[in-house]
């Protein structure tokens, strides 16, 4: 048993106050390190990108040791392994899970509290394997609305787009726009022939390629994750003085 996240995903918050708004979500399974307790509120460090903020205290407790991670947009968890039984709720893409059975037609997992749920084998993976096309991963992600500090992928924001679906394809992303721009793949030039898989950034935001002349992105003006010329996209954010200031390739 380690300490990590119980509920779906719960916000972190930069100060231990709900008003002080959302940084980030952690989500079900991801282990934590307890830095301090302030009233209803603990100070953590989530250990899959080692975000430091505030969540709730009883969002946090002991879970058994995660063998598998959701690939889907969202796993539905339901009380038995007939998919029409009731549904207990659900977990994120990037959610982990401790599968106990996984002989039948739906994985057993264990849940908060000693409780086990069901989940579809399609919808998760174990957590050494991982896909070959990172981007079909952001690509399912259409249409998700945009969220500020969304990690949950019932509403995202565009970094969290990013490090969900690289996490996918066995890549380490760090959680915000700026750190991705600083840290991953090389340089690549405006001339060159973009590819699927490249990540364009501005300040403050980043999209990915998923051919050589539509971007995809987690972003305000469609309020949700969508495709659209880069050259569009590139005209729109130049407008409000956003010009782009890199483009990577993993």
């Known amino acids: 048993m380690m300490p ?12 231990p106050d709900s008003a ?27 250990e899959t990108d080692g975000y430091e903020g505030w969540v709730k205290t009883d969002d946090i407790g002991e879970l058994p040791t995660a063998s598998h991670r959701v690939i889907a947009p969202r796993g539905l968890v339901t009380t038995t392994a007939d998919i029409k039984s009731p549904a207990l709720d659900y977990r994120p893409m990037g959610a ?17 509290n000693g409780v086990s749920g069901f989940i579809p084998h ?11 096309d990172w981007v079909s991963v952001a690509e399912s992600l259409s249409g998700t609305p945009y969220r500020w500090g969304g990690r949950d992928t019932i509403g995202i924001d565009c970094s969290a787009l990013v490090q969900l679906a690289l996490a996918a394809g066995g890549y380490h992303a760090p959680r915000n726009s700026g750190d991705q721009q600083r840290s991953l ?3 690549i030039s405006s001339d060159e022939n ?5 990540l364009v950034f501005w300040k403050g935001h980043v999209g990915v390629m998923r051919d050589n002349t539509t971007l995809l992105h987690a972003n305000m003006f469609h309020t949700m994750t969508a495709s659209e010329p880069l050259l569009t996209a590139i005209d729109r954010l130049q407008s409000m003085g956003l010009p782009v200031t890199r483009i990577a390739r993993l």
């Not at 973009?194 to 490249?198: K, P, W, Y």
Request: proline share 5%; hydrophobic share 40%.
């Open 122 to 132: 399609k919808q998760i993976t174990p957590l050494e394997s991982h896909v070959d």
């Open 4 to 15: 990590a996240v119980l509920p779906p995903s719960t916000a972190i918050h930069a100060e």
């Open 194 to 198: 973009l590819e699927r898989g490249d």
């Open 185 to 187: 793949g090389r340089t």
């Open 96 to 112: 982990r899970l401790c599968v106990v059975d996984q002989s039948g037609e739906m994985a057993e997992i264990s849940l908060p």
């Open 20 to 46: 002080s708004g959302r940084e980030t979500d952690a989500l079900h399974g991801e282990n934590i390190t307890l830095l301090e307790e302030f009233g209803a509120w603990a100070r953590i460090i989530l």
